[in-house]
């Protein structure tokens, strides 16, 4: 969608900025559906109000396509993505089986990120083959998501891993509790007490923050760099940012799926990040390149390793807060996760454009890898620490020896 506003739209880079912080923004907000979630006795209905607000709305931009409206679009779609993430999770906790979940996870992952890879270049095709061709991508979208939601509306209810949900204790109105000031507050005082209870999942997202501004930096600098940079069409983008990344996500997304159930979550991220921070110094390889053929092969190599790498983050961001929830509410922990992604969303974006605006692009991809370096260093220093401590309790106790 965001480079539909650059290079359909005429978006600037300011407006390209406000468009990456819509998801952020609305990610805030995560923590509180954490709470109605909990409270809700039929919370599976919850999928059904993600359709309506996020995802139905979209039909809006085949009438009315412009930058503003298209701003308002995205607000109503991640809103409703910041209540879809941690439903999601509650229905992965309570019907996949622990051990194989991240398997399970990636199996599924490859099946979309394989239908994204074989629509990728018609649909840069088709993009290119005419001006207004782009409306159509949004009742494709519409109508797809909406599916989504009615079906993991239908998954149902694994009885054995039901979890207590209390319900709100305040005056009502026709049945339905009316919030109080406290209600705001407290969901921020269960954020801050699960971080101050569990200080690994607080230094892993301390860890992953860094990881976050990185990301931010390049996902707001990387339309204008595609369009006006690079000089890209839609065909090229999508063949380079679609299919070539999908394409290294297929291959690995199994792998990294094996990988994240034998390794411990900051083990895992620290590879991880390692090899993301790769795709930024490919970025600038690829300016420097001149144009023309040659300039295709570290274009293409960089989404391909992004993509691989990207396979492994999605993997983490989706199911690490799990391991660290253990048996408390998933539900809540991924909550956490996504409120603070909103945090360094706000963030990332207005460092890079500041300093894509002051020093260029490549100074800001160069900032980019090496935020991503130094989340990698510290994700791995804490993966050697939890390995420390798993071996320490996994060790025999000794018997006392008689005096």
Known sequence: FVI?????LGAN?????????????????????AELIRVFRHWRTLFLLTAVIGVVPLLLMIPFGNVQVLLGLMLLFHLGTSLYVPLRNRVIQNNYPVEPRSHLYSQIARVITLTALLLAWPLGLFLDSGADNWRWLFLFVALVASVDRVLQYLVPENPVQLQARVPIASPGWMGVPVPRWSHLVKPWQRMRDVLNRNRQFFRWEMQFMIYGLAFF?????????????????????????????????????????????????????GRVFLLLSLFPVLLIVTGLTPAGNLRMLPFLLSFLLQGIAMSGVIVAWSLSSMTFAGEEDGALYQSIHVTLTGMRGMLGPLIGWAVKTWFGWYAAFALSALLLLVAALL??????QLERDINTQAEPVKPAIPA
């Open 4 to 8: 539909i506003a650059r290079k359909s």
């Open 13 to 33: 880079d300011f407006q390209v900025m406000l468009f990456t912080m819509t998801a952020p923004l609305c990610f805030l907000l995560s923590i509180y559906w």
């Open 217 to 269: 930096i390049i996902f707001t600098l990387l339309p204008g760099f595609l369009v006006e940079g690079l000089g890209m069409s839609y065909s090229k983008i999508s063949l380079g940012q679609v299919a070539i990344a999908q394409l290294g996500s297929v291959i690995m997304l199994p792998v990294m799926g094996k990988f994240h159930d034998r390794l411990n979550p900051a083990s895992f991220a």
């Open 379 to 384: 994700m791995l220093s804490q993966g050697r």
